[in-house]
């Protein structure tokens, strides 16, 4: 079996350990809930899979813009995605917010694809008088999501 001994101890653990003989583990990183997640898939376990896939879930809740840099190392576009769904656009004037900061550990495809998607776009209109320029608005994060294909 082509799997790192730590993922598939977890597995085990979520499988038998945690009902027959409780122990708490230190929390796993995002790399480790992805693979047992894909292992359940793998081997089509589904005892433990929805905890599994929740627990996937939470972690990319808590910072889904790691979760996109991990998807993009990956290359796993439905991963991506789904971390792009749980981002929170924080533009409140009294908090910095610096987006590109954010997406600065996205490898460059796939932040130059997410950035095109989630900023504003603008147009000029010349007439008589100064150049203005006006916004689009940017999409939501789950049509962003939806569009997402790093190509």
Known sequence: MDVPATVLSRFVHG????RHHPVILPE???ATLDAIV???KKFTFTVTQHQA??????ALKSDPFAGLAY???QNDVELGRQAIELIEFDTRSDNEYDLWDKVSNVEPLWRLTFM?????TYTTQIGDGPVSLRAKCRLGVVDIARQFDPK
């Not at 896939?53 to 939470?58: P, R, Y």
């Not at 095109?116 to 504003?120: D, E, N, S």
């Open 71 to 73: 998807a993009s190392r």
């Open 116 to 120: 095109r998607l989630a900023l504003p």
């Open 38 to 40: 894909k292992l359940h």
């Open 15 to 18: 499988a038998y350990a945690a």
């Open 53 to 58: 896939e929740e627990d996937l879930l939470v």
């Open 28 to 30: 796993p990183d995002l």
